[in-house]
């Protein structure tokens, strides 16, 4: 199963391309992991690089899914809704693809690969290079956490069809 894992931003999105087996997340292999860098202009431009970039992303890919990360609130107001963009965006992204999404809280990726969901980003960080046995961490941090939401849906997958009475 190869995932695309994004971490939605709407000047920078990581993202992290994993393949490997439901439930068997020790065995991953790192496809490739980076950033989509839609830079600082009016938020409709961001918008569509972001979009073309993750269009090229699963072009080269063919991902079975997409694993993003769901929606948190922030204090201020206006960037909660400029994420609701992004992640629109990455929705709309994968839909045009034909690739099903799979939405994790920020919370629960931090628990499912560092074990605490009060990681800190060095942590998650830490755990994907131990995980995919990498030399380092994946750098910036925004791609090691790409990575963390596709290794998610690698531990989390499993459980969550058992427990819907889905197939494994």
Known sequence: MIVLGVDPGSAVTGFGVVEGHLGKAQSARLV?????????????????????????????????????????????????????????????????????VAEYAPRLVKKSVVGTGDAAKSQVGFMVARLLRLAAPPTPADAADGVALALTHLILAPRAQRLIGGPA
């Open 32 to 100: 490739e992991c980076g950033v989509l860098r839609a830079g600082d202009g009016a938020l409709a431009d961001r918008l569509r690089i972001l979009h073309e970039g993750l269009a090229e992303l699963m072009a080269r890919h063919r991902p079975d899914i997409v694993a993003v990360e769901g929606i948190f609130y922030s204090r201020n107001v206006r960037t909660t809704v400029v994420l609701g963009h992004a992640r629109g965006v990455i929705l709309l992204a994968a839909a045009q693809a034909g690739v099903a």
